[in-house]
């Protein structure tokens, strides 16, 4: 098992900075990718900033919405992962969601957080 909690969301205004921070525990040797995902009022969830570990380090990919703007990264020492979000704009209001994916003897497990919403005014 893998828990998830989310932390830093808020109220901001259009330009501003964020960074959301989400802790993992449990099984966390397991874990391969993580990454941000956010869902707006009436939209599906879509995916924003991923991480994978590889041989050579991480390796990340962004949505082109993200791409730029936003970064992700892991404190692997804090069992950490955080997405910082610059030049925010009333299109990224939405709940941010930390997802991870943890593989066992082939097996593969998701786990999401609880959500932390952002709201950006215009």
């Known amino acids: 098992q893998v828990q998830l909690v989310e932390s830093g969301g808020g109220l901001v205004q259009a330009g501003d900075s964020l960074r959301l921070s989400c802790a993992f525990a449990?099984?966390?040797?397991?874990?391969?990718?993580m990454g941000w995902y956010r869902q707006a009022p009436g939209k599906e969830r879509e995916l924003v900033a991923g991480i994978t570990k590889v041989k050579s380090g991480d390796f990340t990919n962004y949505a082109e919405s993200a791409r730029g703007r936003f970064t992700i990264s892991r404190d692997n020492a804090k069992n950490t992962l955080y997405l910082q979000m610059n030049s925010l704009k009333s299109e990224d209001t939405a709940v941010y969601y930390c997802?991870?994916?943890?593989?066992?003897?082939?097996?593969?497990?998701?786990?999401w957080g609880q959500g932390t919403p952002v709201t950006v005014s215009s």
């Open positions: 997802y991870a994916e943890a593989s066992r003897y082939g097996l593969f497990t998701n786990y």
């Open positions: 449990g099984n966390t040797g397991y874990i391969s990718t």
